[in-house]
């Protein structure tokens, strides 16, 4: 079974980027027709969203973060990661990698989650 985890520092400054890695087990991140995501969820709010690379290395972002967003991989590490350029307070949020299937006939584009990790940012 496909291990999420996501790592990176819990508080970010505004104005400076938010860097985030998760580390994948049990697959690869090369695999065919698969889905690394990026999930954000602000407290007292909803999912959200945020991008995806798939297995070939292409991405995908949301229309509202696509301006500040970058997802990139590491493919000798097994690792994907998210730097999120300028925050502001608004960008406070638990963060989640997830692991799916992409492509026709997908029934679960978010199969697997990681834990979650919290990032505030914050003076």
């Known amino acids: 079974q496909v291990q999420l985890q996501e790592s990176g520092p819990g508080l970010v400054k505004p104005s400076q980027t938010l860097s985030l890695t998760c580390t994948v087990s049990?697959?690869?991140?090369?695999?065919?027709?698969?889905?690394w995501n990026w999930i954000r969820q602000p407290p007292g709010k909803g999912l959200e969203w945020i991008g995806v690379?798939?297995?070939?290395?292409?991405?995908h972002y949301s229309p509202c973060l696509k301006s500040r967003t970058s997802i990139s991989r590491d493919t000798s590490k097994n690792q994907f990661s998210l730097q999120l350029s300028s925050v502001t307070p608004e960008d406070t949020a638990e963060y989640y990698c997830?692991?799916?299937?992409?492509?026709?006939?997908?029934?679960?584009?978010?199969?697997?989650w990681g834990q979650g990790t919290q990032v505030t940012v914050s003076s």
């Open positions: 690379i798939n297995g070939d290395g292409v991405t």
């Open positions: 049990g697959g690869s991140i090369t695999t065919s027709y698969s889905a």
């Open positions: 997830s692991y799916g299937c992409s492509g026709y006939g997908c029934l679960t584009p978010f199969g697997s």
